[in-house]
DNA sequence: CCTTTGTTTGACAAATTTGTCAAACTTTAT
DNA sequence: ATAAAGTTTGACAAATTTGTCAAACAAAGG
């Protein structure tokens, strides 16, 4: 049991992530968590002491992680048009684990308008969003792309790959495809999506 | 006071639809909800029997209205462009009212995989979206818009103007942009958007 | 073997939230 | 004016969920 065990923390943070950012089931109780987890349901109090923290904790590893995989895929191209495909696939790769992550943020910040909790109100521009924009625009001076606000640019990018994912329950019932067919469609996008920032 | 009062069931929608699609605050309680329609909770119980069916109603009528308003606007247009852009205006003022409402359907969607509520497993492929779908197709042959898959196209547009709102809390914390900043952002898009298309 | 440390459990208390009910109150119609 | 129907209220019960605690248990070191 011990050895199996000693990573119980671990188990709780798994499916915490799962049922939170993969399932996009944000009213997930700690029972709910913890059966998942396959661990009693006091140990979520043991390890993180309170249910907030834990989803804090969860929320805060994802962001680093995400920032930090971005940093690395951004960095290795010199070649604009090379980055953008690069953050494209990192990008969908992220979404298809964890689809609900930043829908969770923006319900999270919503849910309580006053008592802000740290992690969120700490978002703020990163380097290498600065960084970025600061590519975009030289682009643009390059005339690689089309004159265009960089935000805008940032938006564009953005929206095409994420709202796909996030609305993609909908979508299923909406258009009655199976998974399999979404998965497609969804990797059909990348093309399309570079399609319509360069052309 | 009766004929104040002879409202309240509007008042209670209202509150719940502005608390719900407009703030985001999938949380909210009976007692928020009756305490932001400035009436008794139990009200809420006596109009609509629960909690569950007051939320079932407001998504259905604002499904319903969302779907007569796009109707309509699409049906006044022959041009195909002209209709993209009614579609663009009435979406984009649907979103700045109603910015929560899509992704309120996705959390209610994940929320109970099994007991799946009426409304939701109701959405079909409706009219409008089929012949919408033509539409594109039609134009793609007539050669105005270049070769895509019709539910790409679609799905390019919807992202294109649905994203940046869903996403509105997170990005003023990370740009640090004011309502007013992030409004003429917006307002800026839809001269983006139907260059990004039909370009 | 025994002690110390860390982990797991069930029982319990507290807080939150939902829904019901009878009584009070209003309005409308007779 | 009175009855009937509809509306509003506070009190209550039930359900759900969170967090604490002491006791049980396991592992590791002396």
Known sequence: MAVKDSHTEQQIKDAARKLFFTEGRFKATTQEIADAAGVNRTLVNYYFRSRDLLFDQILQEARTTMDLRLEMAMSAETDFKKKIEHFIDIFMEQS????????????????????????????????????????????????????????????????LLSHPVVIQPLFKKLFNYSDKQYRQMMIARKEIILKMLFK
């Not at 930043?102 to 990163?126: A, C």
């Not at 089309?146 to 564009?156: A, G, H, S, T, Y």
């Open 96 to 159: 298809f684990t964890y689809p609900y992550l930043d829908i969770y943020m923006v319900t999270r910040i919503n849910e309580d308008v006053e008592r802000q909790n740290q992690i969120i109100t700490d978002l703020k521009k990163t380097e290498r969003l600065k960084n970025f924009l600061r590519d975009i625009d030289t682009e643009i001076k390059k005339g690689t792309i089309e004159k265009i606000d960089p935000v805008q640019f940032l938006m564009n990018l953005m929206s």
